[in-house]
Structure formats: structure tokens, C-alpha cells
């Protein structure tokens, strides 16, 4: 029932700039914190960053200072705002939404991907 359809990726020269969307249906977004993670080839994937349910945010090493992470709750959707794009940005980018532990169960759930390629 729940989904996260993550879609603007694409194929971007070093320098330039991104935003990706993140579209939720099927579950409360407003109560969930949210997260942006990516997988690099040969990599484990990781948290590039996240924002709860009160607009608080936290963002890997990595992406301070290049990248923005908002939410619409009206929309249900999250948005990634990358600029400066580097090489190392490439990734597939996952959108990830995330209840915390209710009734002693962890509520989880996740996008299918977006591919994000900054090639020259």
C-alpha cells in the first residue's frame, strides 16, 4: 500500500545542480521522518540526509553545505536539492520514510530509486 516514487534524476555535468522529488502515498507522511540515501557502485549505501516530521535536518559530511532536504507535508513529498554536483554524487538515490518503533514494531519503508550520473 505504501508508496515512494522517487523521480528527477538524471545525467548532470560537475557544477550543476539537481533536485530530486520524492512522492509518498498510502501512509501518514506528516508523521514520518524522512531520509535521503544512496548507493554508489561498490559501495554500501548511505544516509546523505534527513529531515523529521518538525523540519529538522541532518545531512551527511558529504552533502553539508551542497545539499538542501525540504518536505511539503501538504504534498506529501520530499525534496532533494543538490548543487555543486561532484562525481562522487553518482548514486543511485533512494527515498526513505521512516515511523520510528510503534508497539514494539519498526515502520519502514522505501523507494525504488532514482539514478543520479554527474559525468562530464
Known amino acids: 500500500q505504501a508508496q515512494l516514487v522517487e523521480s528527477g534524476g538524471g545525467l548532470v555535468q560537475p557544477g550543476g545542480s539537481l533536485r530530486l522529488s520524492c512522492a509518498v502515498s498510502?501512509?501518514?507522511?506528516?508523521?514520518?521522518?524522512m531520509g535521503w540515501y544512496r548507493q554508489a557502485p561498490g559501495k554500501q549505501r548511505e544516509l546523505v540526509a534527513s529531515?523529521?516530521?518538525?523540519?529538522?535536518?541532518d545531512y551527511a559530511q558529504s552533502a553539508k553545505d551542497r545539499f538542501t532536504i525540504s518536505r511539503d507535508n501538504a504534498k506529501s513529498t520530499l525534496y532533494l536539492r543538490m548543487t555543486s554536483l561532484k562525481y562522487e554524487d553518482t548514486a543511485v538515490y533512494y527515498c526513505?520514510?521512516?515511523?520510528?518503533?510503534?508497539?514494539?514494531?519498526?515502520?519502514?519503508?522505501w523507494g525504488q530509486g532514482t539514478q543520479v550520473t554527474v559525468s562530464s
Open positions: 529531515i523529521t516530521s518538525g523540519g529538522s535536518t
Open positions: 498510502g501512509i501518514m507522511f506528516s508523521a514520518y521522518v
Open positions: 526513505h520514510a521512516d515511523l520510528g518503533v510503534v508497539a514494539g514494531l519498526k515502520y519502514d519503508y
